[in-house]
């Protein structure tokens, strides 16, 4: 039996499983549309987002192969179809000369800013419900992300220590997972926080 086949889709988890497939659908289609429009693809669009709003230190090559989930090669294949249109400028990053930077140019920068509303419909849908409604999706989608993250289902690219949301040894008795997460609002193993997390957000952002 699948959830796709609605003769059995007869549990929450089912049904629950569809509608989120239905959303990821309908997100696609809102960045197809935008990306129609500018000429760009949707792969393209989270290029120019990343390029935006990822730490300088990650903004290379490298790391937008680690955020898109792809081999290098690839991510430097997107990277070339950017430049040649004008968006992104590759520059040397740091010392080590083998690293390739890449930045937005005054045009990429401008177009990202048109992108931006590609999320507009989603985030207005999720608006109608009532607060309480918000904070309980905002809960039970953190529990499903963080099940995906295991699953490896999730990139990741952001290490939590060094994080605003990293708590370490919140919970010293707990053998197991004594550091926690502000974000997902569950406790970490030691060796979790090795990976990197799409949520990052660096301390210097808070403190500074």
């Given at each position: 039996?699948?959830?796709?086949?609605?003769?059995?889709?007869r549990?929450?988890?089912e049904r629950?499983?569809?509608?989120?497939?239905r959303?990821?659908?309908a997100?696609?289609?809102?960045?197809?549309?935008?990306?129609?429009?500018?000429?760009?693809?949707?792969?393209?669009?989270?290029?120019?987002?990343f390029?935006?709003?990822?730490?300088?230190?990650?903004?290379?090559?490298?790391g937008?192969?680690q955020r898109?989930?792809?081999?290098?090669?690839?991510a430097?294949?997107v990277?070339?179809?950017?430049?040649?249109?004008?968006?992104?400028?590759?520059?040397?990053?740091?010392?080590?000369?083998?690293?390739?930077?890449?930045?937005?140019?005054e045009?990429?920068?401008a177009?990202?800013?048109?992108?931006?509303?590609?999320?507009d419909?989603l985030?207005?849908?999720?608006?109608?419900l009532?607060?309480?409604?918000?904070?309980?999706?905002?809960?039970?989608?953190?529990?499903l992300?963080?099940?995906?993250?295991?699953?490896?289902?999730?990139?990741v690219y952001?290490?939590?220590w060094g994080?605003?949301?990293?708590?370490?040894?919140?919970?010293?008795?707990?053998?197991?997972a004594p550091?926690?997460?502000?974000?997902v609002d569950?406790?970490l193993?030691d060796g979790d926080t090795?990976f990197?997390?799409?949520?990052?957000?660096?301390?210097a952002m808070?403190?500074?």
């Amino acid at each position: 039996m699948s959830p796709f086949d609605p003769r059995f889709r007869r549990t929450s988890a089912e049904r629950s499983t569809v509608a989120l497939y239905r959303i990821a659908q309908a997100i696609e289609a809102l960045f197809r549309k935008r990306g129609k429009a500018a000429r760009l693809t949707p792969t393209q669009i989270d290029t120019l987002l990343f390029l935006k709003y990822a730490r300088p230190g990650v903004r290379t090559v490298g790391g937008l192969a680690q955020r898109l989930g792809v081999t290098y090669a690839t991510a430097s294949v997107v990277a070339d179809g950017l430049e040649r249109r004008g968006l992104v400028a590759r520059r040397v990053a740091g010392p080590d000369l083998r690293v390739v930077g890449l930045a937005l140019t005054e045009q990429g920068a401008a177009r990202v800013t048109e992108l931006e509303g590609a999320l507009d419909g989603l985030l207005a849908a999720i608006g109608e419900l009532t607060a309480n409604e918000q904070a309980y999706f905002d809960r039970i989608l953190q529990v499903l992300v963080r099940s995906l993250q295991r699953a490896g289902a999730v990139q990741v690219y952001e290490m939590c220590w060094g994080c605003q949301f990293f708590r370490p040894n919140a919970h010293p008795d707990d053998p197991v997972a004594p550091h926690h997460c502000a974000f997902v609002d569950a406790p970490l193993a030691d060796g979790d926080t090795t990976f990197e997390c799409p949520d990052f957000v660096p301390v210097a952002m808070v403190s500074g």
